[in-house]
C-alpha cells in the first residue's frame, strides 16, 4: 500500500539471505516498476530502446534483478495483478495526474537540456505498459520462472498462496501485503543488502489484536481504497481499536464515517484469489534463448544485460541447487 505509516505498526526486522530458503511468491508488477524506474534513472536509454522507439528498459531490470533469488537459493513465482478494485479507482487516478505532471515537467527539462533532471523525471513517468508486460512475461518463461495470473490484486493473490503452503514467502516492497494476510513478507529485494522480513503473527502479538482489528487500524490511517480520518495516525488507530475493538465502535465514539469502509474491510478480508494455479519449483531456463530474446528480437545492448546472464548461467552450473533440473 502507499500508506508508508504502516511500517510503524508492523514487526519488521532484517534477516541475512542466509536465513531464507524456499519460494517467494512475488508481487510481479510491483518487482518490475521499482527495477523499471531504476533502470531508466541510471543508464542511458539507447541501450533499451528499440529502433521504432519502444522501450523495453523492463528486460534488463529482470536480467538484472533475477539474479538476487538465483544466487541465494531462492525460486522466485511471479504474481501478476489482475484487474484493480472499483474501490482503488481514486488511486489510480491520482497516480495518472502526478504522471501528467511529471511528463510536463520533463517536457521541460528537455527543453532546457537539464540531462539530471530529465533522468529523473523519465523515471517517474515509467508505467507497465503492454509492451513490457508482454515481454515481461514472455522473458520469465524463457528462464522458466514460474508465473501465476492474480483475478485482482497481485498482494492478495501472493498473501493467499503462501497460507495454502504453496510459497513460503510473500516479496512485495507494499505493506498491504500484510493486511491481505501474508504470514511472511519480505521487503528490500529491489534493492542492495539483505533484505527485511515483515511478520504478522509478531505484529499481532506486539499489539495484542486480531488481523481483522489491524485491518480496521489500517482503514482508520488510510489505504490505497481509501481516505483515512483526518488526525488518526498509526499510534492513535491501534490505541483506538484497543479500546473499542473495532473499526465501527471507533468511528461511533468519534463521530466520524469513511465511505465505503464495509467495502474496504471485505477486500481484505476475503479478497478475490484463486486457486486455478499450478507451477514447477525446479527451473531449467533456456538462457540462450532468453539472450536472444533480448538481445536480438528487442535490441537491448548484450553488454548491459552481459553480467546478469553470467549469473544466472552461474547459478545454473553451479552444483547442489535442488531447484535446477
Known amino acids: 500500500m502507499g500508506n508508508a505509516a504502516l511500517r510503524d505498526i508492523a514487526v519488521i526486522e532484517e534477516v541475512p539471505f542466509s536465513d531464507i530458503e524456499g519460494v517467494v511468491a512475488v508481487d510481479a508488477h510491483n518487482w518490475l516498476y521499482r527495477y523499471l524506474t531504476t533502470t531508466v534513472k541510471w543508464t542511458d536509454s539507447s541501450t533499451y530502446t528499440t529502433a521504432d522507439g519502444t522501450e523495453v528498459a523492463n528486460l534488463l531490470g529482470i536480467v538484472q534483478g533475477l539474479p538476487k533469488f538465483f544466487e541465494n537459493d531462492i525460486t522466485p513465482v511471479m504474481v501478476f495483478d489482475g484487474g484493480p478494485s472499483e474501490l482503488k479507482a481514486d488511486e489510480i487516478e491520482s497516480r495518472r495526474e502526478q504522471r501528467r505532471s511529471y511528463e510536463e515537467q520533463l517536457e521541460v527539462a528537455r527543453e532546457e537540456g537539464d540531462e539530471v533532471a530529465i533522468a529523473q523525471l523519465e523515471s517517474r513517468t515509467q508505467r507497465l505498459t503492454p509492451t513490457i508486460q508482454e515481454t515481461s512475461r514472455e ?14 490484486e497481485g498482494e492478495a493473490q501472493a498473501a ?11 516479496g512485495s516492497e507494499d505493506y498491504d501485503a500484510l493486511l491481505f494476510g501474508a504470514p511472511l513478507t519480505l521487503r528490500q529485494l529491489t534493492s542492495k543488502g539483505d533484505p527485511e522480513l515483515m511478520d504478522l503473527e509478531a505484529t499481532l502479538e506486539r499489539h495484542d489484536l486480531t ?33 473499542h475493538g473495532d473499526l465501527w465502535s471507533v468511528l461511533e465514539a468519534r463521530g466520524d464515517t469513511i ?11 476475503d479478497p478475490n484469489v484463486t486457486d486455478d494455479y499450478e507451477f514447477e519449483t525446479t527451473l531449467d531456463p533456456d538462457l540462450e534463448a532468453a539472450r536472444e ?33
Do not use: C
Open 139 to 152: 522473458l520469465l518463461r524463457l528462464l522458466d520462472v514460474p508465473i501465476v495470473e492474480a483475478p485482482a
Open 259 to 269: 465511505e465505503y469502509g464495509d467495502r474496504v474491510r471485505q477486500l481484505f478480508r
Open 211 to 243: 488481523l481483522e482489528q489491524v485491518i480496521d487500524a489500517a482503514i482508520l490511517i488510510g489505504t490505497d481504497f481509501n481516505e483515512g480520518v483526518s488526525g488518526i495516525g498509526p499510534k492513535t488507530a491501534i490505541s483506538e481499536i484497543t479500546e
Open 160 to 170: 493467499h498462496m503462501v497460507r495454502r503452503g504453496d510459497a513460503d514467502y510473500v
Open 293 to 325: 530474446y533480448v538481445t536480438d528480437e528487442w535490441a537491448v545492448d548484450p553488454d548491459e544485460v552481459a553480467r546478469g546472464f553470467e549469473r544466472i548461467e552461474e547459478s545454473v552450473t553451479q552444483t547442489g541447487l535442488d531447484r535446477w533440473t
